[in-house]
């Protein structure tokens, strides 16, 4: 399954040392043990389109081998807890999409 997450920073966070801050808390999350494959990144500079949203400032997908693994990532990863505890203040808005 794949795990698709997009974030807005809080304004006072859009800056050097937010970004900063939130790159390094990113590269610590893809170290999960329970994830199979990760890339976090930010908005491409394609072309505004109707159907396109550049709005987010980072967004991070994870690929899981199976769904036991994603629900072992969600309820009792101490990774993603610490990502999770420790940033949360960072985000105006957080949307999830998953993939079967």
């Known amino acids: ?13 859009k800056n050097e040392v937010g970004r900063v801050r939130m790159e390094a808390a990113l590269n610590e999350l893809v170290k999960s043990t329970n994830v199979s494959k990760a890339h976090w990144g930010k908005p491409a500079p394609t ?44 985000w105006a808005k957080v949307m999830v999409m998953d993939l079967a």
């Open 47 to 90: 072309a505004e389109r109707p159907v396109t949203d550049h709005s987010w400032d980072y967004g991070i997908s994870f690929h899981f081998d199976t769904m036991e693994a994603h629900e072992k990532y969600q309820k009792a990863d101490p990774v993603h807890d610490a990502y999770s505890g420790g940033n949360k203040e960072m």
């Open 1 to 13: 399954m794949e795990h698709h997450v997009y974030f807005w920073l809080k304004d006072e966070f």
